[in-house]
């Protein structure tokens, strides 16, 4: 049987000792015999064995819940509900739960498909063997491409500045959607000191650095053309028009080690599934009509 915490467990846990020894005391009304346990087991029910790991798992989320010591009333009502659970399985496949219930079903089968592909999902990948994936998916690993902008700044002198340069910087975005020429929008409301020439090429990098995560955000949601709202900080408001967007560009293994490592683990996960399957597949006696109705 393999454990699983259920939001019920975990509320018995928490109306603490009295309700575990009135669980525990259960075991007096159900007729129990101590012998033919198996090493490595706590409790054999309908001949399914419940194994110690499952046990110590649960007795672990009980102190772990009661942040405290486990006691031997504890014990004792971990095991009975343990038994209770396997109990409670076994009813649910008499009863064709598995087949006739939707949930359990799916319930069923995730829990098979996580199974088979639980080795793979901790492997750590060495560097060998990442850069030889890296290398088999770099054409589907692209980013956003450089970008070229222009920038319109509005100063804020003081506190009380802060008002009314927000108000210029609405105002710069408005003429600008209406297709002013930036340039007079700059000569009018942008700060005297302001250098709003085209800038160099910029990658999402340097963007982010220069202007924040929230202008790259949109930056990268935008056309050529089009006008971000102002986005102050301390000592400006800025209003960033996007001039033009260089092809995607092949992003690095350096850059995105964590993502394709993760990549790696999810194929692996997928082959070890499909693995599994065809094992089961080849181990079963499947028919079936000729062709689906």
Do not use: C
Not at 200 to 220: K, M, Q, T
Request: no cysteine.
């Amino acid at each position: 049987m393999r454990w699983v915490s259920r939001p019920e467990f975990f509320l018995w846990i928490g109306v603490g000792v009295g309700l575990a020894l009135a669980l525990g005391g259960l075991a007096t009304h159900t007729r129990v015999a101590t012998r033919g346990v198996p090493a490595g087991s706590v409790a054999v029910v309908n001949g399914e064995s419940i194994s110690t790991a499952d046990y110590d798992a649960a007795l672990k989320a009980v102190g772990d819940s009661e942040h405290r010591p486990v006691t031997d009333a504890d014990k004792k009502a971990v095991l009975e509900r343990l038994i209770d659970d396997e109990l409670m399985l076994q009813q649910g496949l008499a009863l064709g739960m598995v087949r006739g219930d939707a949930a359990t079903r799916n319930a069923l089968l995730n829990a098979v498909y996580a199974s088979a592909r639980a080795s793979a999902d901790a492997l750590v990948p060495t560097d060998a063997e990442l850069e030889k994936f890296y290398a088999q998916i770099r054409s589907q690993l692209v980013g956003p491409g450089d970008v070229r902008v222009r920038e319109l700044a509005v100063s804020i002198r003081d506190a009380p500045d802060r008002a009314p340069a927000r108000a210029r910087a609405e105002e710069a975005v408005e003429r600008l959607r209406r297709g002013e020429s930036f340039d007079a929008v700059n000569a009018a409301l942008g700060s005297p000191s302001n250098d709003a020439s085209p800038s160099a090429p910029l990658s999402p990098d340097e963007i982010n650095r220069r202007f924040g995560p929230v202008l790259l955000e949109r930056l990268l949601e935008m056309k050529p053309g089009q006008v971000t709202e102002p986005v102050g900080d301390g000592n400006a408001f800025r209003v960033v028009v996007l001039v033009d967007r260089g092809p995607p560009r092949a992003l690095p293994l350096s850059e995105i080690r964590d993502h394709v490592a993760d990549l790696y683990r999810r194929k692996a996960g997928d082959d070890a599934f499909a693995a599994r399957m065809d094992e089961l597949r080849r181990a079963a006696d499947v028919r079936k009509v000729a062709t689906p109705p």
